[in-house]
């Protein structure tokens, strides 16, 4: 009899292929103790998983998960598959977020006063990784804010070499004068105690005293530095778009919403 080609595992064969492609998908995936996983999400201890688990408080694919010890695939899908306390998981690492960032609070996680962090739910204040801003605003800067527990998509974000441009609508103490637009897109604008100009950077008048600033650096205070080589004053500050991402009209000051994997590719477009 003719050997049956489709059992033929020899070295090279389409089925030897297969299933060194299944092994080798299979040992890229992670895995973690129950356990571990929800404490490095900020659920709580590792004892306070397992007292919660006993309790029936964690489901998996609609079964109770009673043995937090176990190891699990920490597969993108898992926030579907498990419930914690009722609740879908929260995303596991890579979790990006936008917040629409009101006035008064800072972008800081240890100074006095309101935190950006303060806006979050309080177990996000535990992850570990943490949570970080994707560059700052300041306290009496509002708009659209990104926070990241993904380090390498942070430094993506914020590298000059990207060049991902960010949108602020700046109100004005006074008219503009005409001559801004192309100042600040000479590229030779010098801010005071500088030593190198800005990159090229454009304006959008909306009204006299109302204008869209694009900027691709993040300088300190830049925008307001900007304006104030003119000899104008920025008193209203508004971030509306970072790269191809724009705050919702829907998302009010100080509500947030989790980036779907196409929101976060539209930042680089």
Request: hydrophobic share 35%; charged share 25%; with cysteine.
């Amino acid at each position: 009899d003719m050997p049956n080609e489709d059992f033929n595992f020899g070295p090279g064969s389409l089925g030897s292929q297969t299933l060194m492609q299944r092994r080798n998908a299979m040992a890229k995936i992670p895995t973690s103790r129950v356990d571990r996983l929800l404490s490095s999400m900020g659920y709580g201890s590792r004892k306070d998983m397992a007292r919660m688990a006993k309790a029936g408080g964690i489901t998996l694919d609609g079964d109770d998960l009673t043995d937090v010890t176990m190891r699990i695939p920490v597969t993108p899908d898992l926030p579907t598959r498990m419930e914690v306390d009722g609740e879908p998981l929260d995303p596991v690492a890579g979790m990006v977020i936008l917040l629409n960032k009101p006035l008064g609070v800072t972008c800081s996680h240890k100074e006095e006063g309101g935190l950006v962090y303060d806006l979050l739910p309080k177990r996000w204040k535990l992850r570990d990784p943490a949570l970080s801003t994707v560059g700052r605003l300041d306290k009496q800067t509002s708009g659209l804010l990104l926070l990241t527990d993904d380090g390498d998509l942070l430094h993506r974000v914020i590298s000059p070499k990207r060049h991902v441009t960010k949108t602020y609508r700046a109100k004005l103490a006074r008219p503009l004068d005409g001559t801004e637009g192309s100042l600040f897109a000479s590229g030779e604008l010098m801010l005071e105690g500088e030593e190198k100009p800005l990159a090229p950077a454009r304006l959008e008048v909306v009204s006299p005293t109302e204008a869209l600033l694009s900027v691709t650096e993040g300088r300190y205070h830049q925008v307001r530095r900007m304006f104030a080589a003119t000899g104008n004053h920025v008193e209203d500050l508004h971030r509306e778009r970072q790269g191809g991402l724009s705050l919702p009209d829907d998302l009010a000051p100080g509500q947030w919403k989790l980036l779907s994997a196409a929101e976060i590719a539209s930042i680089f477009a």
